[in-house]
């Protein structure tokens, strides 16, 4: 347990070192909150509130973020460096590197919440969630389900730089077609149906229903498919990624 403190402690260290991880994961959704409220802050979405709608979607757009580059696209450097297969040869099993990095991503996805919530309520009156004890446990079944997605997606890739290219059509993909940013209602039907073969849909939706509208007992479509997406990308992040290099 110390090893995986500590590794936690001197990854969350490093991050806070790098300043363009600082802006991308705390500053820059603040501007794009601010960015899209200009365009849709006096507008209702789907029953909500400007700050309603994007604020839950967001946090979920963080967690994605996280899971793709603070946690998957690191993991792939480290293995392109050679740190992992290090690890095997001391106390510090791999297991153990795992764990510290989705803690320590963890955190710094609260923090990025955090943030963005206080933001929310200073700018654009934010209303506490209608549900809080919902939308928290909607929030960890969101990061049980995205965190392991993103480690399979980045597991993926031979190095780094590739890495990173896979995070970045990922996150553009998602951005731009789950329902984060941009109505699914101005989409076209078409659109609208790829928007449902994407994992941040559910996290979005899930966030939202229980932000605004009802318990998470009344979503349990929502519930299920995030489990299983928990589940097999679990599974997959396993069978697939590789602690020495891809060659």
Do not use: C
């Not at 909150?33 to 700050?51: E, H, R, T, V």
């Not at 955190?107 to 933001?119: E, G, H, M, Q, T």
């Amino acid at each position: 347990m110390n090893h995986i403190l500590r590794l936690t402690f001197m990854e969350s260290k490093l991050f806070f070192r790098e300043k363009q991880a600082v802006f991308w994961t705390f500053l820059f959704p603040i501007l794009l909150i601010w960015l899209f409220g200009a365009m849709f802050g006096d507008q209702k979405i789907g029953q909500m509130s400007y700050s309603n709608a994007y604020i839950p979607s967001w946090i979920a757009i963080n967690m994605l973020t996280t899971a793709l580059f603070t946690i998957g696209t690191v993991l792939t450097e480290y293995r392109e460096q050679g740190i992992l297969r290090r690890y095997q040869a001391t106390p510090i099993r791999p297991g153990k590197v795992l764990t510290a990095h989705i803690i320590y991503g963890t955190l710094i996805f609260l923090l990025s919440a955090l943030l963005i919530v206080l933001f929310g309520s200073l700018a654009y009156n934010l209303d506490f969630p209608k549900y809080l004890g919902s939308t928290l446990i909607a929030i960890a079944l969101s990061i049980f389900a995205i965190f392991p997605f993103g480690i399979f997606a980045t597991s993926l890739a031979k190095n780094s730089r590739t890495s990173a290219a896979i995070s970045s059509v990922i996150l553009n993909l998602m951005l731009f077609l789950s329902g984060a940013t941009f109505p699914l209602e101005m989409m076209p039907e078409f659109l609208q149906g790829v928007a449902k073969i994407l994992p941040l849909y559910y996290v979005v939706d899930l966030l939202r229903q229980t932000w605004n509208f009802a318990p998470i007992t009344d979503q349990l479509t929502n519930v299920w498919i995030l489990l299983g997406i928990g589940v097999v990308s679990t599974i997959l992040a396993t069978r697939f990624f590789n602690w020495g290099s891809r060659g």
